[in-house]
């Protein structure tokens, strides 16, 4: 799921809520929308740095939660993904 917001103003409007929200979802959701974007060559400056926030948090909460290193997250979750071990 994404934000799928044409204006930029709404787009940074929402993004900031999502933000301030403290809401896993959101940040996914967040990350999700800036890479669409970043593979079309459309992602705002602000876009790139809450995604990294969002990124950052996301991490964050999952190395506490599942009592891994914070530079180990990122393997961890390309590595679940690719194994299909999400369930």
Do not use: H
Not at 47 to 60: H, I, N, P, Q, S
Request: hydrophobic share 35%.
């Amino acid at each position: 799921c994404t934000f799928p917001i044409d204006n930029e103003k709404m787009r940074k409007d929402i993004y900031c809520d999502a933000m301030n929200e403290y809401d896993e979802i959101n940040w996914v959701k967040v990350i999700k929308s800036t890479y669409l974007r970043n593979k079309q060559k459309k992602a705002k400056d602000f876009e790139k740095r809450m995604a990294k926030e969002a990124k950052e948090f996301l991490y964050g909460e999952i190395s506490i939660l599942l009592n891994i290193p914070y530079k180990n997250v990122e393997k961890y979750i390309i590595e679940k993904v690719r194994n299909d071990e999400w369930s």
